[in-house]
């Protein structure tokens, strides 16, 4: 299984969405620069969390993208799915049968195995579903702070 890189894009720009100081909408060119992504690239990944309901949009000279959700209301399996959608990851293609003789034998073979990746699965989207957005901002007893991400110079940090 190999996920897009637009989920670890996405999980950070949900942390500069929450840890925005007062909830202000953050244009898409500040998370562009600072992920440094393309703009339009960075507007696909946005454009499927605002369609998954995680992400708000407000157009307009004060407009931007906030939070839809309190961090503890967004698990990973949310995220994972807004990028990657919500259908299995196991989709078989018939491709034994083709090959091999005796189908009857292949067939329920090819069945216990589908059972062990959607059984793997299962436990996948069970532990995603465990973990919040919120518990990644807190740090021993301590939450992280806000910053205000408009006003931060990415030059200062090199």
Known sequence: MKMKSGVEQAICILIMLATQIEQRPIKSTILSKRL???DSYLK?????LVVSGLVDSEAGKDGGFRLNRTPEEITMLHIYEAIEGTHSFV???????????????IRDKK????EVFFDAEQQ????????TLG???VEGSDRIGAADWESIDLSAEN
């Open 135 to 137: 518990s990644l901002l």
């Open 111 to 114: 069945q216990e195995v589908l």
């Open 44 to 48: 696909k990944v946005m454009r499927s």
């Open 91 to 105: 989709r078989p293609t018939n491709l034994a049968e083709k090959v091999f003789l005796r189908a009857d034998k």
């Open 36 to 38: 440094a992504v393309s």
């Open 124 to 131: 996948f989207k069970t532990r995603l579903k465990q973990y």
